[in-house]
């Protein structure tokens, strides 16, 4: 289990990233997948929990570490675990790529489920979405058409 004093390292390194970078927080879009997790899938969520403990916190405390890129992968285990299915990174224009950290800063990041129907999840989402990648957003993570 993380020490305090780690996750307050960790803590402060993430902010940092965040505030030198301009990025977005994902923290809110992975709390509340979080929250599903423990009520549809308690086996999934305490292994969300432990790669938070165990990997995520010394990940983002370690010198030399990405901390973005680190959120990221925990966003992108926490959706594995939610709805199995790959995740892509969409560019500005709209393009659809495989997911490769480090992320572009501009990129979005969504993780689509194998299930038909199923909705995609949001990874990571740049500060300023294009509109290319709002109408995708708008189609494929919150349902709308238009």
């Not at 990233?17 to 809110?28: E, K, V, W």
């Not at 979080?34 to 370690?62: C, G, N, T, W």
């Not at 989402?125 to 957003?137: F, V």
């Amino acid at each position: 289990m993380a020490t305090p004093d780690l996750r307050e390292r960790a803590d402060r390194r993430f902010e940092e990233a965040l505030q030198q970078t301009g990025a977005r927080d994902p923290r809110d879009f992975y709390r509340g997948r979080l929250k599903e997790l423990r009520e549809q899938d308690p086996d999934a969520f305490r292994r969300a929990l432990s790669y938070f403990e165990e990997r995520l916190i010394p990940a983002v405390a370690a010198d030399g570490s990405e901390p973005l890129v680190e959120w990221l992968e925990y966003g992108r285990f926490l959706a594995q675990l939610s709805a199995p299915g790959k995740t892509l990174q969409i560019d500005p224009t709209g393009r659809a790529l495989p997911y490769a950290p480090p992320v572009p800063g501009d990129h979005m990041v969504l993780h689509l489920p194998d299930a038909s129907g199923g909705r995609a999840l949001v990874v990571g989402i740049p500060p300023d979405l294009s509109p290319a990648q709002r109408a995708t957003y708008d189609l494929l993570v919150a349902g709308s058409q238009g």
